[in-house]
């Protein structure tokens, strides 16, 4: 048997943070390699609710059918009326429509938009998973930095004046993963004004925006949109819970075509019973109060880590400080190898991820490491953060 | 704003099956048109058990958390059983993988297997929803006939012998959609034997596979599977809902990484919560008892339709008469339009789908009409049955 894969197939790699949360699965380990949302803040209770209620329903014969391509009714309502009274979201020029998660939001995106040779403007280091959708569309990627303010305009209007290829710019504004940076607001509508000046799309991933416990919001780069060319994309699985594989993405109105032929083409639409379940506890349980509990679990543990890290770690290590999600990043001096540092880590009890998991080459040398504070213990984080700390000063001085 | 769509989306094709299925929302209408399972055989009961069981498990928050791409790891082991068992599947040499639904397994075969210009052989008519899918990879179809038998293999053959461009044969060898036929136990081997000679795949979709209500079981083409060139997949949706969208996948163990990375790319995986019911359905209640009686809904509905339209058509129609699964299909003399005949039927309060919707070029006349028996109610299957039949006397009369 010869039949070869497609060539797009060549291009996908794999996961390098698969690689080490494997690694992770050794009983014992504290673990802040796992890009996991933090238990505490499922609302278990609720689920039970909403889906003995959906199953009780005069309608249950309609919950359980083939559903709307768009997503169930009344989930994309609410959606929308919480998009439009807190960002200012335009739904007379924009719709919404329900995919199975970011994930699948970014391959919805790419499926209609992405064409062999198209290049994509990323942070780097970003989510890597976000590379491999657009590479299985034979996308090129164009890495550009990111700092404390988020992604870097200036090298972003460098690549549009340079290649008239880049179709689209792919960001993550708020509390990034990795990095755990968010982009200000200045900088928020300068990316906007050079997608408009050089006619290109924006694909905004906004998962962990409701997961601020510190300083002001800041409105999505979509609140500036009056042309429709940023597609923003945000998930339940931070908020309700990952497994229910539920997210949503925010496309001008006419897009919704082309989103519900790839969606009909993909899944045809996503589980109806857990659309339910998210849609009651957003709309018959006091969300704001579940949003504000899980805000606080992310900011105590997010301090514990910051402070005990301040503690332990080599003064020449810099942490991204993040003002929500669940993300920080330790930047390291250059002689000290991150993968290296992995699993030296690992061999101390903790497990990290490597600043190569994010990177476009992942085989380039890297010096930072991504913590994931949200699914490990109090306990275990002051316990980890303390393992990472201390290995910073035994690598940067030559002790290990 | 000038972005364009990529190439592919001008391929693909609105459903024709839609614009009727809207057109069924008329209150009052009897509705033959949906490929919708029959609501009495949900398990509604066990549901809210296992839901419940999930939430209350000690595992609770690894069923939330992301979970394994693969699919939750029981459901996965007691599909591999059943189908071991029940059709003697070689799972040494395969694997079996959860997907969201059999669209989405084409889809995830499409973007391992197909590049631009391949070619995919399919019976004609079929399930049009998979021409799309196929389409979005820019792949070309190439139709052969399916009658009473099956799949027409010498059609097959010839295609095969001049056409060096086919990489996969598309089937649905069991209570096809939309004719209801089914391909014998003779043709499955020489269809198998063609792609081994060949060295083409084959895609067996079989989602109808439990329902059979008459007959002895013909195993499926992945049976005769010693090269690992069938790519099987069925459904839960029409054993346990289709609003839990869940389906497999069975490969060889080789592509199984192939599999896994876009599956990660498309949506990570499955939804737990409905996993873990369909595991809990299969393995801790009456499973068996639970697909008779919903054989027997099927084998009772479709009794009804076949003998009332026996009754009323036209003696120059001809019906399919199937042995399995939800739809019949209705074949007039080429004096009647199907599309004409569907409009006409919406008219006197029935709705079918007319042939065009599973052509490849849907715009080519059709003189035939598939009727899904599966959701209607008993009085409600007469009544349409008749109004159907009746019709057809008339439009052939030329009495209206």
Not at 145 to 159: K, R
Not at 162 to 168: A, C, D, H, R
Not at 222 to 235: C, L, M, Q, W
């Amino acid at each position: 048997m010869k039949i070869a894969v497609a060539d797009r197939m060549n291009h996908i790699e794999g996961s390098v943070i698969r690689q080490f949360a494997e690694a992770a699965l050794k009983p014992g380990l504290i673990t802040f390699a796992n890009g996991n949302p933090a238990p505490a803040t499922y609302p278990i209770e609720e689920m039970k609710r909403f889906f003995t209620e959906a199953l009780e329903s005069e309608h249950v014969e309609s919950l359980l059918m083939y559903g709307a391509v768009q997503g169930f009714p009344p989930l994309v309502e609410c959606l929308k009326e919480r998009l439009a009274k807190k960002y200012g979201f335009d739904f007379e020029m924009n719709d919404l429509y329900i995919v199975s998660g970011g994930t699948q939001a970014a391959d919805v995106v790419s499926k209609i938009w992405l064409e062999k040779g198209d290049a994509v403007i990323t942070e780097e280091p970003s989510y890597a998973s976000m590379y491999n959708i657009f590479r299985a569309y034979e996308a090129d990627l164009i890495g550009v930095p990111i700092d404390d303010s988020g992604i870097d305009v200036d090298a972003v209007e460098e690549v549009l004046k340079t290649n008239p290829k880049v179709k689209l710019i792919y960001t993550i504004p708020s509390f990034q993963n990795p990095t755990g940076f968010s982009t200000v607001a200045e900088k928020r509508k300068k990316l906007y004004d050079l997608a408009c000046k050089y006619d290109v799309i924006i694909f905004e991933d906004d998962p962990y925006a409701e997961l601020r416990f510190a300083g002001e919001t800041v409105n999505p780069i979509k609140s500036y949109d009056t042309e429709g060319r940023v597609f923003y994309t945000s998930s339940l699985s931070k908020v309700i819970a990952p497994s229910f594989r539920l997210g949503y993405l925010v496309v001008k109105k006419e897009f919704g075509k082309y989103v519900n032929v790839c969606k009909q083409c993909t899944d045809v639409h996503s589980n109806t019973l857990g659309q339910y379940v998210a849609w009651g506890v957003m709309t018959k349980t006091d969300y704001e109060a579940h949003i504000k509990k899980a805000q606080e679990e992310y900011r105590r543990k997010s301090s514990l880590i910051v402070e005990t890290l301040k503690k332990y770690m080599h003064p020449s290590c810099r942490l991204s400080q993040p003002t929500g999600g669940m993300f920080i990043m330790m930047f390291m001096p250059e002689t000290v190898d991150a993968v290296d540092f992995t699993w030296k880590g690992i061999d101390r009890g903790v497990v990290c991820v490597p600043g190569s998991g994010f990177a476009i080459d992942g085989s380039k040398p890297s010096h930072m490491i991504r913590m994931c504070y949200a699914t490990a213990t109090d306990e275990e984080i002051v316990k980890g953060a303390e393992i990472v700390g201390k290995l910073t000063c035994d690598m940067i001085n030559g002790t290990v």
